[in-house]
C-alpha cells in the first residue's frame, strides 16, 4: 500500500479492503444508472432506476459487513453517500430529479 515503506513487509489487501473498493464501485455505478453521469463504457447518461435501487441494496448490505471495521469518519462517509443515493434515486423515481 502507499503508507507502506520499501523495506516494510507488503500485507495482502484484507476482505473488508475489498469490501470497500467494491463499494465505491458499486457506488459509481449507481450515479451511472441514475443517468448523473456518464456510463463507464457508452459515455451516455443512460438511465436504468431499477439497476440503481439494486446497486443502493448491495451497497448497503455490505455496508452492514463493513461497519464493524470502519472508524467514525469512514461510518460517517459511507452513511452520507448511502444517504445521498438512496435521496437521488427517490427523486428520480417520483419525478423530482427530472
Known amino acids: 500500500m502507499a503508507d507502506q ?3 516494510e513487509p507488503q ?3 484484507s476482505v473488508y479492503d475489498h469490501i470497500a473498493v467494491i463499494i465505491q464501485q458499486m457506488a459509481q ?3 451511472q444508472k441514475l443517468g448523473l453521469q ?6 451516455k447518461l443512460e438511465q436504468n432506476l ?10 448497503t448490505r ?12 469512514d461510518r460517517r462517509q459511507i452513511h452520507n453517500m448511502i444517504r445521498d443515493l438512496r435521496i437521488n434515486v ?9
Open 38 to 43: 456518464p456510463d463507464t463504457i457508452t459515455g
Open 90 to 98: 427517490a427523486q428520480k423515481i417520483t419525478g423530482a430529479g427530472a
Open 5 to 7: 515503506t520499501p523495506n
Open 11 to 13: 500485507t495482502p489487501p
Open 50 to 59: 431499477d439497476e440503481a435501487k439494486v446497486a443502493v441494496e448491495v451497497i
Open 29 to 31: 455505478v449507481c450515479w
Open 62 to 73: 455490505l455496508t452492514a459487513i463493513l461497519e464493524p471495521q470502519l472508524d467514525d469518519e
